[in-house]
């Protein structure tokens, strides 16, 4: 039997941090309100001219590459999540096969948002287990800091999200102990307009317009409560459908990763689960929610802060737009 198995990981985050104090410069805010309601206390924005969703990705995927001793000539296929492509074609995949000494390798480029990661990993698994490849690098990059208004009415977005980068590299293995379980995938596209960004898009003749400008449309929108609610049903839910789906119970987990979309989310599945504190890792406090990156930035986060190891059952969960939302269990 071939497996797949994550053989390294990395992360890059643009070096502009922005904490709450200079959001509260540009917009009716408040550090205090954004800690209560999110648990952020700063992100980074990325910069003009130096990062783009492409070359962050390929920050990350050099990391990940020398953390599984591989070279760029290794990787068979190229995984890419991402909702801020640098272009609206082509994706970011091919951008990033062209930045490293990648061969003519296929590069696809996943559109599932906050679960993107999941989704590209369970892509990753099924090609790595009929044999196809070998060596595939998972990718999630995002710069959303150009698409939120720093000002009063995108307030209750802008505060949320973040830029940054994280990739992984899945390998094959015939080791059955140290691996991906499983992965679990779902959507509930009548809510897509709960949370989403509509314009530019192709529904209209003229995809963009002074009047779309003027209305705001060219802005994400989000529902935020309906979003919560959702997602802290969702989580819980994908995550015992993996230990179900595995014969484990919560108590077999060792470490759950969770998108890191609010912390008061986090905490509530972590109470719905009843994981203790060294159980679910959060790091949203300092990168926002940076939506396709957020889960391998966290996982390689955990790994160098030595909070999974060899043998570890680890749980990752994502939940955003579409709805969405996924989980994949591994056997570290
Ligand atoms: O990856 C998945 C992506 N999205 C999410 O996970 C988002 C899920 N939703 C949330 O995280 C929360 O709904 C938010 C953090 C977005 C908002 O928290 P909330 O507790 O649901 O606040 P709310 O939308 O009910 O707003 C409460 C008040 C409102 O004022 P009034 O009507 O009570 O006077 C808002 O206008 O807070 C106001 N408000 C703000 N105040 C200060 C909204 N945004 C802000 C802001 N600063 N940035």
């Not at 648990?39 to 995927?61: L, P, Q, Y």
């Not at 906050?114 to 998972?138: E, H, R, W």
């Not at 000002?151 to 990739?167: E, Y």
């Not at 679990?184 to 709960?194: I, S, T, V, Y």
Request: proline share 4%.
């Amino acid at each position: 039997m071939i497996y797949a198995r994550i053989a390294g990981l990395g992360f890059y985050v643009p070096e502009n941090v922005i904490t709450n104090h200079d959001l509260e410069q540009l917009m009716d805010t408040s550090d205090e309100w954004i800690v209560e309601r999110s648990g952020i206390r700063e992100r980074r924005f990325f910069t003009e001219g130096k990062d783009t969703v492409a070359s962050m990705g390929a920050r990350a995927s050099e990391l990940a590459l020398q953390q599984a001793n591989l070279t760029p000539e290794d990787i068979d296929f190229i995984v890419f999540s991402t909702l801020s492509p640098d272009y609206n074609f082509p994706g970011a995949g091919v951008l990033l096969q062209r930045m490293l000494p990648f061969k003519e390798i296929g590069a696809l480029d996943v559109r599932t948002q906050c679960s993107g990661f999941v989704y590209g990993l369970s892509i990753a698994d099924q090609y790595i287990k009929t044999g196809m490849y070998k060596n595939i690098l998972v990718v999630g990059s995002e710069v959303q800091s150009n698409i939120m208004e720093l000002s009063d009415r995108g307030r209750n977005f802008a505060v949320l999200f973040g830029d940054g980068a994280g990739a992984v590299v899945v390998q094959a293995t015939e080791d059955p102990t140290r691996r991906i379980l499983s992965t679990h995938l779902h959507a509930q596209g009548e809510h897509a307009e709960m949370l989403y960004l509509e314009h530019p898009g192709s529904r209209l003749k003229d995809r963009m317009s002074t009047t779309i400008v003027e209305e705001g449309k060219h802005l994400p929108h989000m529902e935020g409560q309906a979003v919560f609610k959702h997602a802290v049903r969702r989580f819980p839910e994908v995550i015992l459908e993996a230990l179900e789906a595995n014969n484990l119970t919560i108590e077999d987990l060792d470490m759950v990763i969770p998108h890191q979309a609010n912390l008061r989310i986090t905490n509530y599945v972590q109470q719905k689960l009843a994981l203790p504190d060294d159980k679910i890792y959060s790091n949203i406090q300092r990168y926002g929610n940076t939506t396709a990156a957020s889960i391998p930035i966290a996982l390689t986060e955990a790994w160098q802060n030595g909070k999974i190891n060899q043998g570890d059952l680890v749980c990752l969960a994502a939940f955003g737009s579409g709805f969405t939302w996924a989980s994949a269990l591994l056997r570290w």
